[in-house]
T-cell receptor, first 111, second 115 residues
Framework: KQEVTQIPAALSVPEGENLVLNCSFT??????LQWFRQDPGKGLTSLLL?????REQTSGRLNASLDKSSGRSTLYIAASQPGDSATYLC??????????FGKGTKLSVIP | DVKVTQSSRYLVKRTGEKVFLECVQD?????MFWYRQDPGLGLRLIYF???????EKGDIPEGYSVSREKKERFSLILESASTNQTSMYLC??????????????FGPGTRLTVL
């Protein structure tokens, strides 16, 4: 059964710093990996999707990488802002249709 | 833009009540999903549907049922609500099949409290 782990569980950084969030998964036979953002009490907003054949995807200040063979993904956030404060979730789709989620990294960006 | 809407943001029900959570998507997606999210446990799949009138159990289907009578609408039903079903419920939809570019889109969530 697929398991997804996110480290660290919480992270606090000063505004302007570049940061990396980590995600690992146990079964490398995935179709894709998605990174989501969740604000307190709200639903999930999709940030980036990396297909299994891709190595990275970029959107604005966000860059996500995928190393399928080692079961790892990273989300790089450049020049962090207080508005980036949220919980970031990664999730993978394997042959079972469903997304398997990590438990998230709670990011606080201090002004 | 894909839009997934859920009928209520907040809901308070009594133990033993029958509860309906509704989800509607406007992108003609075949796949629809219901998850629940709990502190320390993360998101877990309850049920999903890959077509009208089709349903598959997820990881935690006990105590729940679903209905998909129309493509755009997927309902989650708690036949007899219990306090351990207090949770945040999230609905999602995606295009059909297991294509590598299939992205799941989520609704705003329904926070259900069962007293």
């Amino acid at each position: 059964k697929q398991e997804v782990t996110q480290i660290p569980a919480a992270l606090s950084v000063p505004e302007g710093e570049n940061l990396v969030l980590n995600c690992s998964f146990t079964d490398s036979a995935i179709y894709n990996l998605q990174w989501f953002r969740q604000d307190p009490g709200k639903g999930l907003t999709s940030l980036l999707l990396i297909q299994s054949s891709q190595r990275e995807q970029t959107s604005g200040r966000l860059n996500a990488s995928l190393d399928k063979s080692s079961g790892r993904s990273t989300l790089y956030i450049a020049a962090s802002q207080p508005g980036d404060s949220a919980t970031y979730l990664c999730a993978v789709v394997d042959g079972s249709y469903q997304l398997t989620f990590g438990k998230g990294t709670k990011l606080s960006v201090i002004p | 833009d894909v839009k997934v809407t859920q009928s209520s943001r907040y809901l308070v029900k009594r133990t033993g009540e029958k509860v309906f959570l509704e989800c509607v998507q406007d992108m003609d997606h075949e796949n629809m999903f219901w998850y629940r999210q709990d502190p320390g446990l993360g998101l877990r799949l309850i049920y999903f549907s890959y077509d009208v009138k089709m349903k598959e159990k997820g990881d935690i289907p006990e105590g729940y049922s679903v209905s998909r009578e129309k493509k755009e609408r997927f309902s989650l039903i708690l036949e007899s609500a219990s306090t351990n079903q207090t949770s945040m419920y999230l609905c999602a939809s995606s295009p059909p099949g297991l294509a590598t570019n299939n992205e799941q889109f989520f609704g705003p969530g329904t926070r259900l409290t069962v007293l």
